[in-house]
């Protein structure tokens, strides 16, 4: 069974980075500092979380929130990868990501990764 993400990726719509595509710093850039020493040190340029909604992401389907649910199960649902739960916290506007499963019946956006456009609703 192919998931949608790993798909765009087959596909090449999702390019290669030197970070694995499930994780958040996926697409960031990397500057460079050189120290007095002349050292150059690498360091990860800073994230900004995107705003929710489109066109930022793209809405594929909607899960309301039960008592008991996990983020990570909910990404492994939708998306096939638990890691890329942190997904699920930029699109739905979450800091911390149990605020999202604080209340049952919460209905929670479940997309595609920034950039990535989703399949038209029929």
């Not at 994230?47 to 489109?54: K, L």
């Not at 930022?56 to 939708?78: C, E, M, S, W």
Request: hydrophobic share 40%.
């Amino acid at each position: 069974m192919n998931y949608p993400l790993q798909t765009l990726i087959q596909l090449g719509v999702v390019p290669s980075v030197s970070f694995p595509t499930d994780s958040r710093y996926y697409g960031s850039a990397t500057l460079q500092y050189t120290a007095p020493n002349g050292e150059v040190i690498t360091y990860l340029a800073r994230r900004f979380v995107p705003q929710p909604g489109a066109p930022n992401f793209a809405t594929i389907a909607q899960h309301t929130v039960h008592q008991g649910d996990r983020l990570d199960l909910i990404a492994a649902k939708y998306l096939g990868d638990p890691l890329i739960f942190w997904l699920l916290c930029d699109a739905n506007g979450a800091i911390a990501p149990n605020d999202l499963l604080a209340n049952p019946g919460h209905v929670l956006a479940i997309v595609t990764p920034q950039g990535v456009p989703g399949v038209p609703n029929t």
